[in-house]
């Protein structure tokens, strides 16, 4: 490079620093920092009576309470390099599912723990965004949770490219993570104590501007799972006599996912839609399509409102069954709703409100799922919060 | 099948795509066109439907937790 | 989508900005936050107003008392200090307090003396910049980001116009443009270059997208015993500088760079007229005989 062309690349360099050219771009180090804070309850609702088993005096109906505070840091901590902070505890208290048993006409119904059960859970995630040029960027993650009987330590790596021209870009991400399991009262129950759960993900992504207006991203994901994956809290009906025996599942799972975006912003009408598919399938033959459409529409220039609606569909594991009539040779039983075959909608309307630093938001949900299983949850959930940008 | 959707799903996206010039992408730069405008928003729901339905994300490290029910 | 216009006076000079909008209420909505733009960038950054960010550190000089700066400011120092070091010092932030020195509208030259007490003012070598504190180390030096800011605040405003979805416009504050895009049929802005010794254009290019700046020896001059003496100082000598262009126009990504570009190719034509030829800018150079030279594509010239 010769002499004068150095004073072009060190002027065009600084002068990027001051965001005069391409402002604009697919990704990249912004300078602003921003906190954020959400609040979130969300009920679940009661066991309808019809669905109920009252043979256990002790058992109700009142499903889950949880509140949820969750807070964000991102900024930049050097010309290079991002860092995100993200913390969330979350408290919870009601009765679980615990099997399903019959009537005497036969019909499922669901039998809960007591009503006695609460729990905080806490996690923290770290990770650093380290742009090594303008197209490219590596990304380290760190992840921690824990609450009374369940703790979790993940790591994750990630690389992502994009063209020169900023049209398209690939990420590559790897993570791993261990669980351990200590069921409450595991002496009392017999359940299991000091459980490892393994996992490693490998996940592939390609995004692209389309046009002026179009944005699609899609991406595949694996992700392998080892060693304890039942639920300790969950037993199933084996047999005519009524007996139970714990919820036992294979000791391994392959998940393969495939998901793809649309970001479509429609000029004349001031908004965007959001479309969202994944299609999921694991080594246990459950099966599930998911949809989401979003309308992110600017009522002006501060007021902005968010309807959403999303339609999920699973078709239910290869062992699971609501009782099981007789012993299985394989030795898998359970009747955990969530292995179970059904369809779930849910309706989500969200106002944002933007002020000069940032935005404030409140979000209601309502949740509906729709199967043979009696235990299936509804559930309605509300958040506020803000993310506040300064220098 | 899962193949050929991807590949398909890749050549739509390469197909004139290349004349997006700097100075058109200002709608594409609206925060309410990011993949994911409240990640917030997104890492709660992802942990919520977790919780309640067999499926998952791609990324192992959801933060884990079985207990929700 | 239709096409509008607006002119306001900011920065010492005219501004204008080209636009097409779906609705006149819309373009004005834009026009409006343009010109609170420049107002607010004139605000922080004029010399000539003593609550800018320039007076508190120039009031400073001297003192013992360090003055940090914001990011913005930081970055626009850091861009000088890069226009420092690579023009060989020729342009230099520090030099504003020749106009001390020279009056332009007197006709007549700076006494010996008054250059000999002004030059040690000069420097931009002598001021402590560690990021993102400043300190004029000396009584009555000053700072002055005249030379550039203009360009940056019409980089900004276009960027700023992308933002909000414009696809097709120009900016130009003062004769420093940055277009936005170009026509809504895909056709560039044309521009007029102006004459350096004469009201009117000298040519006309063709320009699409990115900044264009012209640097004259016009602007401000006088001429004494029928020698054309220029505002374009040399920081070292403190003497005028006798260009070998009455005009250097550049057309590059920003306006920032093409501005810099312009000026330093003035400042550099004395001793290396070849200077501009090399450093990868397209450019557009009018000689004292008004002979136009350059790659960059004219349309026609104009008597």
């Known amino acids: ?391 | ?69 | 989508m239709t096409y509008h216009e607006a002119a306001f006076k900011a920065m010492g000079s005219l501004c204008e900005v080209k636009l097409y909008a779906p609705t006149k209420q819309m373009a004005n909505v834009l026009i409006q936050g343009v010109v609170s733009q420049v107002e607010h960038l004139e605000k922080k950054y004029s010399r000539f107003r003593a609550d800018s960010v320039i007076s508190e550190i120039n009031l400073l000089a001297g003192t013992g008392t360090t003055k940090a700066v914001d990011k913005e400011t930081e970055k626009l120092l850091n861009y000088a200090h890069q226009l420092f070091l690579h023009s060989d010092g020729l342009f230099d932030i520090t030099s504003g307090v020749l106009r001390l020195a020279w009056d332009f509208q007197s006709n007549r030259l700076p006494l010996k003396e008054t250059l000999t007490e002004t030059l040690p003012l000069i420097g931009w070598h002598q001021v402590l910049w560690h990021p993102p504190e400043i300190y004029l180390p000396k009584p009555n030096m000053e700072i002055d980001l005249g030379g550039f800011v203009k360009e940056y605040a019409a980089d900004l405003i276009a960027e700023a116009l992308i933002n909000k979805g414009v696809e097709h416009g120009l900016v130009n504050l003062g004769g420093d443009l940055r277009i936005v895009g170009p026509h809504p049929d895909g056709s560039p802005w044309v521009v007029g270059v102006q004459h350096p010794r004469i009201h009117g254009a000298i040519a006309k290019v063709e320009i699409e997208q990115g900044g264009f700046a012209t640097s004259g020896d016009y602007e401000r001059f006088m001429l004494v015993d029928g020698k054309r003496y220029s505002h374009l100082l040399n920081p070292k000598t403190g003497f005028s500088i006798q260009p070998t262009f009455s005009s250097v126009s550049v057309h590059a990504a920003s306006c920032l760079v093409a501005g810099s570009f312009s000026t330093i190719a003035l400042l550099k034509s004395e001793i290396d007229q070849c200077w501009i030829d090399r450093s990868g800018v397209s450019y557009l150079k009018v000689d004292q005989q008004m002979c136009l030279s350059g790659p960059l594509a004219m349309l026609g010239v104009e008597a």
């Open chain 1, 1 to 391: 490079m010769g002499e004068k062309c150095k004073a072009l690349a060190a002027l065009t360099a600084a002068a990027m620093e001051l965001g005069v050219v391409g402002s604009v771009r697919a990704s990249g180090l912004e300078d602003t920092k921003r906190v954020s804070y959400k609040y979130t309850q969300y009920r679940e609702a009661d066991l309808p009576v019809s669905k109920f088993h009252t043979e256990n005096r002790l058992s109700s109906r009142s499903r889950y309470e949880i509140d949820i505070h969750q807070f964000l840091y991102q900024g930049p901590i050097s010309r290079s390099t991002e860092l995100k902070v993200s913390a969330s505890t979350e408290t919870m208290s009601g009765a679980s599912p615990w099997y399903v048993a019959r009537s005497s006409e036969g019909i499922p119904l669901q039998v809960m723990s007591g009503a006695t059960i609460s729990d905080s859970r806490t996690d923290l995630e770290l990770a650093l965004r380290n742009y090594t040029t303008a197209t490219r960027e590596y990304i380290y993650s760190f992840s921690y949770s824990t609450e009374n009987d369940y703790s979790s330590l993940g790591l994750g790596y990630g690389f992502s490219k994009s063209s020169e021209n900023q049209l398209h870009t690939i990420d590559l991400m790897a993570n791993g993570a261990i669980d351990q399991v200590d069921a409450t009262e595991a002496d009392v129950y017999d359940r299991k104590d000091g459980e490892i759960k393994r996992s490693i993900g490998l996940s592939f992504g390609f995004s692209s501007i389309i046009h002026q207006n179009l944005l699609m991203s899609s991406s595949i994901n694996y992700v392998l799972y080892s060693g304890y994956l039942s639920d300790p809290y969950k037993l199933a009906e084996v047999g005519e006599e009524g007996d139970t025996l714990p919820d036992s599942r294979p000791d391994n799972k392959n998940q393969f996912s495939w998901e793809l975006s649309a970001r479509r912003y429609l000029p004349t009408r001031d908004s965007a839609l959001h479309l969202d598919y994944r299609f999921y399938q694991n080594s246990w033959e459950v099966e599930s399509h998911t949809f989401e459409l979003g309308w992110y529409f600017n009522l002006t220039s501060n007021w902005q409102i968010v309807p959403k609606v999303r339609y999920y569909s699973q078709t239910n594991a290869a062992f699971y069954q609501l009782f099981y009539t007789s012993t299985r040779a394989d030795g898998y039983y359970s009747s955990d709703y969530r292995l179970s075959e059904f369809d779930a909608v849910s309706f989500k309307l969200k106002v944002n409100r933007k002020v000069d630093f940032g935005v404030f938001n409140i979000a209601l949900e309502q949740y509906n799922s729709d199967g043979s299983h009696p235990g299936l949850v509804e559930f309605n959930r509300l958040s506020v919060g803000f993310a506040l940008e300064f220098e």
């Open chain 2, 1 to 69: 099948m899962q193949l050929k959707c991807m590949l398909l799903c890749v050549l739509v996206f390469t197909i004139g795509c290349e004349s997006v010039k700097p100075w058109q992408r200002g709608n594409l730069a609206r925060p309410e066109m990011s993949f994911a405008p409240d990640p917030l928003e997104r890492a709660l729901d992802e942990h919520i439907y977790f919780s309640k339905e067999a499926s998952s994300s791609g990324s192992a490290i959801s933060g884990g937790g079985c207990g929700c029910n």
